[in-house]
């Protein structure tokens, strides 16, 4: 089961999983019936909404447990996919397809500006290494999206890459490697298709750890 297909049961009280309010965790649990053709358990989008929304845990356990007992669902389910969640808080390096992809993209942004002065970045080899330094950053990022299942499409050529070039282009246009890149890698993977919401979430919960 998929975050998108989970999603759809929130639209039944909010615009997003980000807007969902206290009052309304009853009636999206409650809008679950059993043969829905998504195949979405109670249990499922309890978990879910736990998942993406801690601060509605202890409203989701209370209204499981007294509400659908029979359901017997546990808080524990919501921990989702613990390998993926630890890679995300334990992760000390970047993948190195995501370093390569971002160097290209990078190296992109310079073919189109041959007149820049690279002295300002010690050479072409700092500049490179000035963008790539984000890719553990981006990774992490990554990394948040991969507890849930939400790509929307392969995360190196449609976020890393775009993201190497517009880094490099916002170092280029500053004259300097200081480009702020959360708000860089938003633009991006909103571009890419990412739920706006979730980029916010994700890059603010990997900025917490930099």
């Known amino acids: 089961m998929t975050s998108k297909i989970d999603e759809k049961y929130i639209l039944f009280a909010a615009d997003s999983i980000a807007a969902l309010r206290k009052a309304d965790v009853f009636r999206v649990l409650d809008s679950v019936r059993s043969d829905n053709i998504d195949g979405v358990t109670r249990t499922s989008l309890a978990s879910f909404i736990s998942q993406h929304r801690p601060d509605l845990k202890d409203e989701v356990t209370e209204v499981m447990h007294e509400e659908f007992p029979a359901d017997a669902w546990k808080a524990e389910e919501a921990a989702g996919d613990s390998e993926s969640r630890q890679r995300a808080v334990t992760r000390v390096a970047a993948e190195p397809l995501t370093i390569a992809y971002i160097a290209s993209g990078a190296r992109d942004a310079l073919r189109e500006c041959s007149s820049i002065e690279l002295g300002m970045f010690d050479g072409e080899l700092g500049f490179i290494g000035a963008a ?29 890459s775009p993201f190497g070039l517009a880094i490099a282009r916002a170092m280029i246009a500053a004259g300097n490697t200081d480009p702020d890149p959360s708000a860089v890698l938003a633009a991006v993977m909103i571009d890419a298709g990412y739920s706006a919401a979730k980029v916010t979430l994700a890059i603010q919960s990997a900025a917490s750890r930099r």
């Open 132 to 160: 790539i330094n984000h890719a553990l950053f981006v990774d992490t990022v990554s990394d948040l999206f991969d507890a849930t299942g939400d790509h929307p499409g392969v995360f190196a050529y449609e976020v890393a």
